[in-house]
């Protein structure tokens, strides 16, 4: 065993010296937002030269949701087209059967990641996907809009809302008509899963299904959450935000239209580019906290990874490439650049990162106390969940019955879907 | 009129024909149309056999092969609780399900509407002989011919909220006090959605019925017009019966479109029961969620109830396909 390895190793050496003997052709499917497409040819580039093997890039909707569904068909129907998926830290589960085994691969490497990350892609001892870098949302808020008002940046919802809605209507009497609030992802899709998990366990309401599979969405806590979210709409949100995914919500807000923004760090650079309107006039925090007893900042933990493809036709040259993806010096450009977190813990530490994107040492508490979606209790059955959950959500934003009424259909729901006992 | 008597004598006497050369044609015909069948058989039947299949059985995408015979689980079943009372389950017991039902017959029954009005009309207009004639016939068929994904992505930009042209044009008109987010509200998007529907197929409409249109002889109006006829009047009792088989073409081709509306619905507005139709439904559940079965059995009801409304469209509106009328 341990002579096999020895050797596969001073082969891969070898064929790396010689300069891609084996180069392949390989693909790799990405949704990236913003700049991230970019960003990634770049990186692929750098590897194509150190290796030989050829990278094309399938670009895909951003809409997780989107992605997911033609992923699946794809897998499913054993495409062989496709080498590298970029995956959703909720996948793992669902899709676990179709990917590589990469413990073996990255046994040296683990060890530099968040333990808890490496166990989020790990099913039943299967190491399904190699992280690239983690999520966990911030609060933006326009730091000259809340000088100008002396306000101070708000600690829980309820100032949010308030100080939003003060700053907005001043805003607009002084000239500003199109001046909104607080903008964040409300269309019917996974996001809004993210946005609306974050109220809830907020305001104590705890995490939809929770981690023994019992289903606990249905308290008055989570129905407070959720209606003082739907009073913001047409009020401090626009109508369309019911329509807006983390794009869309970034437009309004980069544009320099709304005081406050609900998104992922990589609006931070983004919003700090040369050619953004408000460069320099905002600032992050953590989100808002609800009330209530076990009231909180919550955060939605995100985060992409790379897996390999079972039916790629270059597993061995697919390996490198998730390899090199989530390596340490990839991971450092794509902080540097992209504002991204990595999930190599030492990079919190890194002089480079901290000057660039001080984001990104701040945010590591928040990522670590961040709350996962019940995609691990309740397995195959994860989409169905949140997309139950998601339109109730949806259907209470647009005023379609209170949030109590639709969290009360929302657990009858979950319980015909779970059956059983167990999911 | 003279296509009414004409049709059905050549009906009649068409059988009778026994010759020779005709049996050796309707052989010939046989023969060529045998790799049409195949190919049909091939792409079309073995699918949907499939489908069909699939809805009697508990399979799921990652383990097609796998799948168990359940009867008409996915359809309907139940199951009686300790307490006597019995619970239903399954499509047929889906109120979600038939609240998609219901958008889609909706949908289909007012954008095929609005289309057969606006397509006549339109095809009226172009039928006049005019400078330019051509031009325009082409320049209408623009909408019908941009794939419906890259119209969809097109309109969506123009009833954005914040960046669309028809809130900035409607602000500075002052035909809007604020902006309207027309997609994204229960209210507005489905109409939306129609707009953009019958700004897409009108144009097919138009083009069958002007087809229809130019079949009309021009000595019927003639006639009309030397009787004094009013050009209304003309419009219901010449034009109105002779272009109606043609009409009620188009509305069936229309109508087995409209039915499975899918990609306007899923590109234009956000994924809420609004505008959930049959298709949006069955694609969920076929690949987001781990229901294929579930899924099919939605394709397999989706089929059904095209077929159904087809067959009741051509019994009542006693459609044939021969280019005859009643």
């Known amino acids: 065993m341990k002579i096999n390895k020895l050797l596969i190793g001073l082969l891969t050496s070898v064929t790396l010296v010689v300069g891609g003997a084996q180069a392949a052709d390989l693909s790799i499917v990405s949704g990236d937002t913003g700049t991230g497409l970019a960003f990634l040819r770049g990186q692929l580039d750098k590897f194509e030269a150190d290796t030989g093997n050829k990278v094309t890039v399938v670009p895909m909707p951003s809409s997780t949701s989107d992605q997911f569904g033609q992923y699946k068909l794809w897998l499913a129907a054993g495409n062989t087209d496709i080498d590298v998926y970029q995956t959703d830290v909720i996948w793992a589960p669902q899709l676990a059967d179709q990917f590589l085994d990469l413990s073996d691969a990255a046994k040296d490497v683990v060890g530099q990641h968040f333990p808890s990350i490496i166990e989020s892609q790990t099913v039943n001892g299967k190491l399904v996907a190699l992280p690239a870098f983690t999520d966990a949302p911030a609060l933006y808020y326009r730091k000259d809009l809340l000088e100008k008002y002396n306000k101070p940046v708000p600690k829980t919802w309820q100032e949010l809302t308030d100080t939003a809605k003060e700053i907005q209507d001043g805003e607009r009497a002084a000239g500003n008509a199109e001046m909104w609030g607080f903008v964040f992802q409300g269309n019917a899709y996974e996001g809004l899963t993210c946005d609306a998990l974050e109220w809830v366990k907020s305001f104590g309401g705890g995490q939809i299904v929770e981690a023994d599979g019992s289903i606990s969405i249905n308290n008055p806590q989570a129905a407070k959450a959720i209606d003082l979210a739907a009073s913001w709409i047409g009020s401090i949100s626009p109508e369309g935000n019911l329509a807006y995914g983390e794009e869309e919500s970034r437009g309004v807000w980069q544009l320099g239209n709304s005081v406050f923004h609900r998104n992922w760090p990589y609006a931070y650079s983004l919003g700090n580019g040369a050619d953004s309107p408000i460069a320099g006039k905002f600032d992050v925090a953590p989100l808002p906290a609800g009330d209530g007893p076990d009231a909180r900042s919550a955060a939605t933990l995100g985060g992409w990874n790379i897996a390999v493809s079972k039916y790629s036709k270059a597993p061995d040259e697919a390996i490198k490439l998730a390899l090199f993806l989530s390596s340490e010096a990839v991971q450092k450009e794509r902080a540097l650049n992209q504002s991204n977190l990595p999930t190599i813990e030492a990079l919190y530490d890194d002089a480079d990162i901290a000057k660039t994107q001080p984001i990104i040492p701040a945010w590591k508490t928040i990522f670590q106390n961040a709350v996962p979606r019940p995609s691990a209790p309740t397995k195959a059955k994860y989409n169905e969940v949140s997309s139950l959950f998601w339109s109730a959500v949806h259907s209470t934003l647009s005023g379609n019955g209170t949030a109590a009424e639709n969290l009360e259909g929302l657990e009858a729901d979950l319980t015909d879907l779970k059956g059983g006992d167990s999911w | 009129m003279a296509t009414d008597t004409l049709a059905p004598s050549a009906a009649v006497t068409a059988p009778k024909i026994k010759s020779e050369l005709m049996q050796q044609r309707a052989r010939a015909a046989r023969i060529f149309l045998v790799p049409m069948l195949i190919a049909l058989a091939v792409v079309a039947g073995w699918p949907l056999i499939r489908s069909i299949y699939f809805s009697f059985t508990d399979a799921s995408l990652s383990n097609l092969d796998g799948a168990q015979w359940i009867g008409f689980g996915n359809y309907l079943r139940w199951t009686t609780l300790d307490s006597g ?20 017959v909706r949908f289909a029954f007012i954008s095929v509407s609005f289309e057969a009005v606006l397509g006549m009309i339109v095809a009226l207009v172009l039928n006049a002989e005019f400078r330019g004639r051509g031009l325009v016939r082409a320049a209408i068929l623009i909408p019908w011919a941009i794939p419906t994904i890259v119209s969809a992505r097109m309109w969506s930009w123009m009833l954005n909220d ?9 602000m500075r008109l002052g035909l809007l006090s604020q902006k309207v987010a027309w997609t994204a509200t229960a209210d507005t998007a489905m109409t939306a959605v129609l707009v953009v529907d019958i700004w897409k197929t009108t144009p097919f409409m138009a083009l069958l019925i002007l ?20 050009p209304i009047k003309q419009f219901w009792k010449i034009t109105l019966p002779l272009v109606r088989p043609a009409l009620m073409v188009a509305i069936i081709f229309r109508l087995l479109d409209a039915l499975r509306i899918f990609d306007l619905i899923y590109v234009l507005t956000p994924n809420s029961s609004a505008t959930k139709t049959m298709s949006v439904m069955a694609r969920e559940n076929l690949f987001d969620f781990d229901k294929f079965s579930y899924g099919s059995a939605m394709s397999t009801m989706l089929f059904l109830i095209i077929a159904l409304l087809t067959i009741l469209y051509i019994w009542l509106g006693q459609v044939r396909f021969d280019g005859g009328d009643r």
């Open chain 2, 162 to 170: 914040q960046f669309g042209i028809l809130n900035d044009l409607g």
């Open chain 2, 211 to 230: 087809a229809g249109l130019q079949m009309i002889p021009k000595d019927i109006y003639e006639a009309a017009e030397i009787d004094g006829v009013h």
């Open chain 2, 85 to 104: 009372a019995v619970r239903y389950r399954g499509l047929l017991a889906d109120p979600a399900w038939w609240n998609a039902v219901w958008n889609t």
